[in-house]
């Protein structure tokens, strides 16, 4: 659905994932791209946040810390961003 274009049905679909395995932070990760590519930075934020949550390893860990920063700075949340990045 992603590589179609259909990202709605694409966060559908990662949303379920995610309910199948509540360990993986990968299907929110993913998430969070898709919604900051759309410039929807509080949903962006909120599957970031997931992501974090579930205890990512911590290579995808920084990856997504550094998104969700992005996301942040983005709405002139600079502090905030800089508490993600710690």
Known sequence: ????????????H??????LDPGDARPHRLIGLIYKDLAQDAA?????????????PADVERAVRAELAEVLARQG????GLDVLG
């Open 1 to 12: 659905a992603y590589d179609l274009g259909r990202l709605d049905e694409a966060v559908e």
């Open 14 to 19: 990662l949303r379920r994932v995610g309910e």
């Open 44 to 56: 962006a934020e909120e599957a970031y946040r997931e992501s974090l949550r579930r205890a990512p």
């Open 77 to 80: 949340r600079y502090a905030d």
